[in-house]
DNA sequence: AGCTCTTCCTGAAAGC
DNA sequence: TGCTTTCAGGAAGAGC
C-alpha cells in the first residue's frame, strides 16, 4: 500500500515525463473516488502539467490552464493512491488494466493512467486558493522535520506511539507499514504512550523513522499487495522488512517469536522481547507481553 | 483529548 | 470441491 515512500517513487517517476505536457483528453470510468468529476472533464483539457509535488501521501500536479480567458487561474490535481491506488504512464494501446478510472492522454503520444482496485484513493481539483484549505491540517513531512519538531509533536501526546505516527495530522506520509518497521527499529513497543517516551527513545525513534523511509526510498518502495510505480515495476523494501506480515517468525535481532496486535485499530506486528510493553495501564490484548 | 466502531471497496484467504 | 464469511486497511466521522 502506498505510503510515503511508495508516493515518493511514483513521484520522481512522474517528475521525469510529466512537467511541460500539455493534457489533450480526459476519459473518465467509475468517478465515485473524484470529489468533482465534471470539474476535471471541463478544466483538464488543454491544461499544461507543471511541477509534480509530494505532500505526505498526498500527490499533486501543478497544471496552467492554456484558455487565456478569465483570470489565468492556477490549478493542481491532488490525488490519493489510498491503498491500491496506481498512477502508471503507457502508450495508449497498451492493455488495460481492470479497475482502471482516469485515462489522461498527453501530447507526447503517452497516455497516463490511474488504477485503483479498491477505490480508496481520491482525486481532486483545486483551484487558486484551495491548497491551503486542502492541505494545511497536515503534518511535517519525516524526512524534513527537525528531532526537535519530531519531539514536540510525539512527546507532548497522551496517544498511543503507533497512533501518533499513523496520525497524518501529527507527521504526514507514515501508514502501517513504516510505523511497524520503524517502531522495530527503534526497539520501542507500538503501545507506548508518546508523552512517556524518554528522550533517547524519542532520540532512536527519529532517527528509526527517517532511516527506514530513505532505504525504502532507496528500494523503491515495497510491494505487499498491488504497488507499482509509475512504470508499473515492483519495489524491493518488502524483502527488507524486519516485522510487518512476519507474525510467528523469528526477529531479526534476538530471535523471539514475532507478534500481532490490534494497536490504533491497526494490525501491529513488534518483537515482545527487544519492544518492551509498558508496565502499567496500556495491556496488550490478551495479556502477555 | 483519545479511544472504538463504522463506512467506503475488492479480492484473498479462511471456514464449513 | 465449492460456497460463504471474514479480513485487510487510509481516512473521516460519530459517539462515548
Not at 505510503?3 to 483528453?25: D, F, N, Q, S, W
Not at 509534480?52 to 487561474?73: C, N, P
Not at 485503483?116 to 491548497?131: K, T, Y
Not at 485499530?265 to 522481547?273: A, L
Request: proline share 4%; hydrophobic share 40%; with cysteine.
Amino acid at each position: 500500500m502506498p505510503e510515503l515512500p511508495e508516493v515518493e517513487t511514483v513521484v520522481r517517476g512522474l517528475r521525469a515525463v510529466l512537467p511541460g505536457r500539455r493534457i489533450l483528453e480526459v476519459r473518465l470510468g467509475k468517478t465515485d473516488f473524484i470529489e468533482n468529476p465534471a470539474a476535471l472533464e471541463e478544466n483538464l483539457p488543454g491544461a499544461r502539467i507543471g511541477a509534480v509535488k509530494r505532500y505526505g501521501k498526498f500527490l499533486l500536479l501543478e497544471l496552467e490552464s492554456a484558455s487565456t480567458d478569465e483570470a489565468a487561474r492556477e490549478l493542481a490535481l491532488l490525488i490519493h493512491l489510498g491503498m491500491t491506488g496506481q498512477l502508471v504512464t503507457c502508450p495508449p494501446d497498451a492493455r488495460v488494466a481492470p479497475h482502471t478510472h482516469v485515462f489522461l492522454a498527453l501530447d507526447d503520444g503517452k497516455e497516463l493512467r490511474y488504477t485503483d482496485i479498491r477505490r480508496f484513493g481520491s482525486m481532486q481539483l483545486l483551484a487558486d486558493g484551495a491548497r491551503e484549505k486542502a492541505l494545511g491540517s497536515l503534518g511535517a513531512d519525516p524526512l524534513e522535520m527537525t528531532e526537535e519538531q519530531f519531539a514536540a509533536a510525539i512527546g507532548s501526546r497522551r496517544a498511543r506511539v503507533k497512533a501518533l505516527l499513523l496520525d497524518q495530522h501529527v507527521v504526514s506520509g507514515i501508514g502501517n507499514i513504516y510505523a511497524d518497521e520503524s517502531l522495530w527499529r527503534a526497539r520501542i513497543h507500538p503501545m507506548r504512550i508518546g508523552a512517556t517516551l524518554k528522550r533517547d527513545e524519542i532520540h532512536r525513534l527519529y532517527r528509526a523513522v527517517r532511516d527506514v523511509l530513505n532505504e525504502a526510498i532507496r528500494l523503491r518502495g515495497s510491494s505487499v499487495s498491488d504497488y507499482v510505480d509509475s512504470s508499473g515495476q515492483r519495489g524491493e523494501f518488502q524483502l527488507r522488512h524486519r516485522v510487518y506480515q512476519r507474525e510467528g517468525k523469528k526477529c531479526f535481532r534476538c530471535g523471539a517469536k514475532i507478534r500481532r496486535a490490534i494497536v490504533a485499530g491497526r494490525s501491529s506486528h513488534f518483537c515482545p522481547s527487544c519492544q518492551r510493553a509498558p508496565r502499567t495501564r496500556p495491556q496488550v490484548a490478551g495479556g502477555g507481553l
